[in-house]
């Protein structure tokens, strides 16, 4: 797509990985080979609850040759024939930069972020875990191949696979439903026996953009 300058963040924030800004509509591509990890194509997000799991929006992940994984989330739409096991190619198109997630409100960019591969249920290693500026600096000079492989496994080999969250782990709490207060029950004379209602409590090799 013509005109999409990027900029980005060289500095950590609240959590090791970046913003980069980007015109809605820009072309998010693999930055390296490999296969497609995770997808998705909806924006579950609500400011209501956000709930850390959905802030990122619509995503894809894959995880490189060199073993490290690579999200780009807050994307406006995932590119087609992009699902979980395919096999992609550096520059292969992934999606396209939008505001989904709790991006909705700034401007279109696609939050970038480096870790390892884990299960969903550990949403937060694939949110960041290593610091990614250096490596997008490398890649807009035309060092294609420097990879963030040996930080990547010595990181997972200090904190372990699967480590705690510990940083944006919690969601917010609903607002409460108002109570209603029960309606009278009608009484016969001296009977005592007076029943309950029912109740039922029911208990979720190039730079990542191109022209």
Known sequence: MEDCKTTYQRK???LPKTTIWAQEGCAFVAPVGG????????????????AGPDREGRFVTIIGDDGVRYLGGHLESVAEGIKPGVRVKPGRLLGRVGR???ARDTGSNLYFAISWKTGPAYWWVRRGMVEPWDYLDAWQ????TFSPREETLKLRKKLGETPPCTVQCASKQPP????????????????????????VTIEPEIAPFGQ
């Open 35 to 50: 296969v497609v990890d995770e997808v998705n194509t909806q924006d579950r997000w609500s400011p209501g609850t956000d």
């Open 100 to 102: 989904s997630g709790n």
């Open 176 to 199: 409460a439903e108002p109570s209603k207060a029960p309606k009278p029950r009608p009484t016969r004379g001296n009977d005592d026996n007076r029943g309950s209602d029912d109740v």
């Open 141 to 144: 000079s035309g060092n294609r």
């Open 12 to 14: 950590l924030l609240v």
